[in-house]
């Protein structure tokens, strides 16, 4: 093959996982078109503190609430942390969010307004610092609706004294986040601070950093077993095949610890938190879109019966990513 060819196989394979990743955060968007913001919440010294904990709820058709969660750095680094769940209740969230929340801050409700400036600035405050953008937050922040993070955002509330960066946590925690040059030239900037703290609002740690990437590979290594599957069945893969891997992979990745327990054979779901979140992702599709995902999710249903367990299927077609018996 010539490098030429090869170089337009590579183009192909980038814009075919731009695509799909497009179709997996539009049913997050569609999710966010189809019902109303039920309540925003923010600790209310966010301006004195320079952080940000944000809280949103929004009303979704027959599959309750879905929380969308943000953890801004004003000072500094701007979006750090966001996260999510669909298909909560209000119940879950005052017992499992709110109330944990609140033994840390005093959180006040707020005007969506505010919040969607304070997310969309967040987003350009990362980028123009130098600092990676959370795993996945695209999502979590189409959610609140039309959202402004492009180079125009508003960044009124950003930046500390006299616009210098103040950095609050260790030297690891700003390894991990800087991208955009190395720890010792951003620390001997002038217009640098740094501040030797902790910071308890951040949820991310050091393999959630490569979540992307190792979903991406995942869902790769299923889409072409399942593909051989259809073959060998004399099957033809449903066009929509790959949709449906990605929201089955969302799905999985939106698991609480408590949904997945280990046995013997390996690591089974509880509950139908995993068939819930299933039906919330194919609910915020499209109204003409459903009928071609409900197919293809059929379909792929059929390869994954073939295994005993979620886990057993990725142990057998990642075994250099996964050992099943360390999980």
């Known amino acids: 093959m010539s490098r030429r060819s090869g170089d337009l196989k590579k183009k192909r394979e980038l814009r075919k996982r731009d695509k799909s990743r497009f179709k997996t955060l539009s049913s997050y968007r569609q999710a966010a078109l189809s019902g109303e913001m039920a309540a925003c919440y923010i600790n209310e010294d966010w301006k004195d503190d320079g952080f940000a904990a944000i809280l949103t709820l929004r009303r979704t058709g027959s599959h309750g609430l879905v929380l969308a969660a943000f953890y801004i750095d004003l000072w500094c680094c701007g979006l750090k942390d966001a996260w999510g769940k669909l298909n909560m209740t209000m119940q879950e969230f005052e017992e499992d969010v709110y109330n944990r ?98 910071d308890e609002f951040t949820l991310l740690n050091d393999d959630e950093l490569g979540t992307e990437e190792t979903s991406e590979k995942v869902q790769s290594r299923i889409l072409d077993a399942a593909h051989r599957w259809c073959f060998a069945h004399r099957q033809t893969p449903h066009p929509r095949l790959p949709d449906a891997v990605a929201l089955l992979i969302d799905a999985l990745l939106l698991l609480d610890p408590d949904d997945v327990i280990e046995t013997p054979s390996g690591l089974e779901l509880t509950g139908d938190r995993g068939s819930r979140n299933l039906d919330a992702l194919l609910e915020a599709a499209p109204a003409s879109e459903r009928a071609g995902l409900t197919a293809a999710f059929e379909q792929l249903m059929r390869f994954v019966s073939q295994y005993p367990t979620p886990a057993a299927m990725i142990a057998d077609l990642m075994p250099d990513e996964v050992d099943v018996a360390d999980e």
């Open 101 to 198: 929340f609140s033994r840390d801050v005093v959180l006040a409700r707020v005007d969506p307004v505010l919040v969607r400036r304070l997310v969309g600035g967040g987003v350009r405050f990362a980028r123009r610092n130098g600092f990676r953008l959370p795993p996945r937050y695209e999502r979590w922040v189409s959610i609140l609706g039309n959202v402004d993070s492009s180079d125009n955002a508003d960044l009124s509330d950003y930046g500390f004294e006299d616009g210098r960066l103040n950095f609050v946590g260790n030297l690891n925690d700003l390894r991990r986040r800087l991208i955009g040059c190395s720890v010792e030239e951003f620390l001997a900037r002038k217009d640098v601070y740094f501040t030797v703290g902790d």
